[in-house]
């Protein structure tokens, strides 16, 4: 599955790139994301629990920040495991942009998904992703200029 978007946040390139590295930002952004630990040097580690479909699981992995340009860009990579539910894998390039009125966020994703999950099928995974995504870029727009408005 292969998402691309963009978002304009009204923030300056600096703010963003920052709340981009920040284990409380990501965890704050990601829907059900119950603990987030790490640094972008060494890599995060996460919880995540969601529901797709009939299936629930509780996802453990790991993220790695790679190919980072500071304030430009960079490649984040992960894999979570959730038990008899399955795994998902992937990763996204994220760059960012000076444009009027703030900074815009695009990203390019891959994902893949294996084990139980899988056998729901390609449209309600992919329809599952693509909400996921956008609830992940609402919730960091909206707390990335939160933050930058109260400076």
Known sequence: MEMTGTRVIAADRATVWAALNDADTLQACIPGCEELTGTPEDGFEAVVKQKVGPVKAAFKGGVILSDVVPETSYTITGEGKGGVAGFAK????????????????????????????????????????????????????????GTSEAD
């Open 90 to 145: 992937g990763g996204a390039s994220v760059s960012l942009s000076d444009v009027e009125g703030g900074t815009e966020l695009s990203y390019d994703v891959t994902a893949k998904v294996g084990g139980k999950i899988a056998q729901l099928g390609s449209r309600l995974i992919d329809g599952f992703a693509r909400k996921m995504a956008d609830a992940f870029f609402e919730n960091f727009q909206a707390t990335v200029e």
